[in-house]
């Protein structure tokens, strides 16, 4: 690729194709995660994984390779906020994230389109992950990580989340929602935790940042279960 053709492949992945809502919205998920900061600014790694996590699921959702670049970033900085915190389901799971982001650039270079699965094998998926989970559990139970019922989530779901995302099934936004839920709930649970003083373990920075940046990928997660549903995000990725 030449610097010309990389630039414009840059302009093309950064900013074109983009509606006012998505535009209006992206902003505000952008704002949330410096005004955390803001509030509680003793994690600059925290607010850096909030903006590169924002970024990397919005192109996403676009359905744009540039997605991954953003999604090193994130990983590495949530590689630190998982071990620091204890969350050793999520510093696992963190680690294959940095691992599938080259991959994930390689297959969505060979393959534009979003695909989607039979009822059936959309049943077996999802039961599939329900099993996985509780195994998720046991074993995080007996590494004595902090609330192991939702850091499995975190792992085991976002595990098969993350290979489907990157085969590009429409499935993998169902499971990122219900991810980003458990999430919202584990970091809210560390945030009471550490203000009221029941733990030591992390500081309120980063908990607090990772609660607005569940939320905003929550919000992210359903928007995208509709524009793949629609076909909107093929063909987005662009070449090469």
């Keep these: 690729m030449t610097h010309g053709n990389a ?49 990397c699921l919005v192109y996403g959702m676009k359905g744009r390779k540039i997605s991954f670049i953003f999604g090193i970033v994130q990983c590495l900085a949530m590689t630190y906020i998982a071990w620091i915190s204890h969350a050793y389901g999520s510093f ?25 699965f039979s009822q059936q094998k959309r049943r077996l998926i999802f039961g599939g992950a329900f099993v996985a ?53 584990y970091w809210l649970i560390l945030v009471i935790q550490i203000l009221t003083g029941h733990t030591h373990i992390g500081n309120l920075g980063v908990y607090l940042s990772q609660v607005a940046l569940q939320a905003a990928l929550l919000f992210n997660s359903i928007y995208a279960t509709k524009v793949w549903a629609n076909g909107e995000a093929d063909n987005e990725g662009g070449a090469n």
Excluded: C
Excluded at 92 to 105: E, K, N, T
Excluded at 144 to 160: A, E, K, R, T
Excluded at 166 to 179: A, G, T
């Design 92 to 116: 696992a799971m963190d680690i294959i994230y940095v691992i599938s982001q080259p991959i994930g650039w390689f297959m969505w270079g060979n393959d534009e389109a979003t695909h989607s």
């Design 133 to 185: 989970w509780i195994i998720g559990w046991i074993v995080l139970s007996m590494l004595h990580g902090q609330l192991p019922y939702f850091d499995s989530i975190n792992f085991v779901v976002s595990l098969i989340a993350q290979a489907l995302y990157i085969l590009k099934y429409r499935e993998n936004w169902s499971l990122w929602i219900i991810v980003n839920l458990a999430n919202i709930v």
């Design 7 to 55: 630039h414009s492949w840059l302009v093309s992945q950064l900013f074109t194709n983009w509606k006012k809502f998505e535009i209006f919205y992206v902003s505000v998920l952008l704002i949330l995660q410096v005004a955390v900061y803001a509030i509680a600014p003793d994690s600059f790694i925290g607010m850096i994984s909030g903006l590169t996590g924002v970024l």
